[in-house]
């Protein structure tokens, strides 16, 4: 999708791919049928003018482009592939005729997308493609891969798709809320991958935090009741409200304590409040809203030193109850360090680091860097950033912890 036309084809992408997939019942020849469409829309809008309703014409010329490829298939393969057209014909009638019908569309292709018989990385890949419209380039470039390779996982996950009998359809209202679990771990990888990119030059790849958003935007719409949605949203909003202020001009990663918190985004902050209000208000906490709490203590602190640490402590501790991952307990004990001292916070992260699921993470390094060079023990301190920079990660990152140990060394002097 390139051009002037670009806001409305991402506007209208994800729902126009749901909508012809559901009529043809093929991923692959209806994402083909939509950008056919879109290239269809590039030649005759600009000479014409753009159609009142830009996502049902997209949708009805997507439809017949699917249908006219379902056609010529059916003539080449024989009977089944002549009644599967059948059935696509007879479906093609039932478009969406109203807000309700195209959201459980919209719903329906990213619980399809996110299927659990699908690796992680195919549903994040597939997801970016057919749910954001991300070009495979794109995509190649998000998870640092050459172009071909990405094109090879994702024709590799449609056929798996197929072969498994994966079809678009509403899960029962039962399946729904572990169904979603998937979707919200898909939409919050990409998240993370935008705001701390794992490799490369920058550390935050902008565009990629702006799909997350979009489809934790839209999962929330979709899902109003559902409080772990409205948690992620809340939270990818109060975490990437910090955006500008993450990296120094020179690109060098900024901590949270020396961020310029006039540059935080306060529309964000807002808007990521009133969502968590709203999710806890449920009183149905989850991984989610949790996080989102925790960035909410951050956004409301004028200062690092202003921040209720004890309360982000407690916080972490509820969510190691619900989810006790490595990464949540270390985060944690960066807050037990603010709150009773560098000694007690370096005492759990020294534990951490025998865990072999941590032991390669280069933030627990650096955190415990930080921590040994506050309690005056440099040679230590020194030792573990060396350990992070041997761990790798991004340009800004590694950028970071030369700046630091050149300081260290300079104190040493």
Request: neutral net charge.
């Amino acid at each position: 999708m390139t051009g002037p036309l670009d806001d409305i084809f991402g506007e209208h992408w994800w729902a126009a791919v749901a909508v012809v997939t559901r009529l043809v019942g093929d991923l692959d020849v209806a994402e083909d049928a939509v950008q056919d469409a879109c290239a269809a829309a590039l030649v005759q809008w600009p000479a014409r003018g753009v159609p009142a309703s830009p996502r049902a014409w997209l949708i009805g010329v997507a439809r017949h482009k699917a249908l006219d490829v379902i056609r010529r298939e059916a003539r080449r393969a024989g009977k089944e592939a002549a009644a599967a057209a059948a059935a696509a014909r007879s479906a093609a009638r039932l478009l969406p005729a109203d807000d309700q019908l195209l959201a459980d569309d919209q719903l329906a292709l990213i619980l399809m997308c996110c299927h659990p018989a699908l690796a992680l990385p195919a549903r994040t890949a597939l997801t970016l493609r057919a749910v954001c419209g991300m070009s495979t380039a794109q995509i190649a470039s998000v998870f640092l891969v050459p172009e071909a390779t990405m094109a090879q996982r994702l024709v590799r996950a449609k056929r798996k798709i197929r072969q498994a009998g994966i079809a678009m359809r509403m899960p029962a209202a039962d399946q729904l809320p572990g169904r979603l679990a998937a979707v919200l771990r898909v939409i919050y990888l990409v998240f993370t991958e935008g705001h701390m990119a794992s490799s490369g030059p920058n550390l935050v790849r902008s565009e990629v935090c702006e799909q997350a958003i979009l489809l934790a935007r839209e999962l929330a719409r979709l899902v109003p009741d559902e409080p772990e949605a409205a948690g992620l949203l809340a939270l990818v909003l109060l975490t990437d409200a910090r955006r500008a202020a993450r990296a120094s001009p020179g690109g060098e990663l900024v901590q949270l304590a020396d961020q310029d918190r006039s540059r935080w985004d306060t529309a964000k902050i807002s808007e990521g409040r009133d969502l968590l209000a709203r999710a806890l208000a449920a009183g149905r906490p989850g991984p989610y809203q949790l996080q989102a709490a925790i960035a909410a203590c951050h956004c409301d602190a004028v200062s690092a030193e202003a921040t209720d640490w004890r309360e982000i402590v407690a916080l972490y501790d509820a969510l190691l109850i619900i989810e006790p991952t490595p990464v949540a307990a270390a985060n944690r004990a960066a807050a037990v360090a603010m709150a009773d001292g560098p000694a007690a916070g370096l005492v759990i992260l020294a534990g951490l680091s025998a865990e072999p699921a941590i032991a390669g993470w280069a933030p627990l390094h650096i955190a415990m860097a930080q921590l040994h060079s506050q309690l005056g023990e440099d040679g230590r301190a020194l030792a573990e950033y060396r350990l992070a920079l041997q761990l790798g990660g991004p340009d800004a990152q590694r950028r970071f912890i030369r700046s630091r140990m050149r300081d260290l060394d300079a104190e040493r002097r």
